[in-house]
């Protein structure tokens, strides 16, 4: 059974940190690329990074960029989100996701996805 479970999500203040964690098991870790994407009601699911399956190669979208850092443990199969300087417009549900089609594309077409977790950022 494919199984992706995000997890660290939480209440902080605006300039604090959080670091999110994606459990992954299942299916072969190391040949998806993992994405983070988050999303407010009534907003579409965004894709805010990416990393590349092998070479971890990441990619940002320019609002989190300088701020959060994706990265990934294959031999643990686990993926994380590290989040500073946070601002109240980083308050999401965030998703982690694993995917075949590269990072260069930002939609939301990825094989699994793992249920949220919320991040409230309060100023």
């Known amino acids: 059974e494919v199984q992706l479970q995000a997890s660290g999500g939480g209440l902080v203040k605006v300039g604090g940190s959080l670091r999110l964690s994606c459990a992954a098991s299942?299916?072969?870790?190391?040949?998806?690329?993992i994405a983070w994407f988050r999303q407010v009601p009534g907003d579409l699911r965004d894709r805010i990074s990416c990393i590349t399956n092998r070479d971890g190669g990441e990619h940002y979208d320019d609002s989190v960029k300088g701020r959060f850092i994706i990265s990934r443990d294959n031999g643990k199969g686990m993926a994380y989100l590290q989040m500073n300087d946070l601002k109240p417009e980083d308050t999401a549900v965030y998703y982690c996701?694993?995917?075949?089609?590269?990072?260069?594309?930002?939609?939301?077409?990825?094989?699994?996805w793992g249920k949220g977790t919320q991040v409230t950022v309060s100023s």
């Open positions: 996701a694993a995917g075949l089609q590269t990072c260069y594309y930002t939609n939301d077409d990825m094989d699994y």
């Open positions: 299942g299916f072969t870790f190391e040949d998806y690329h």
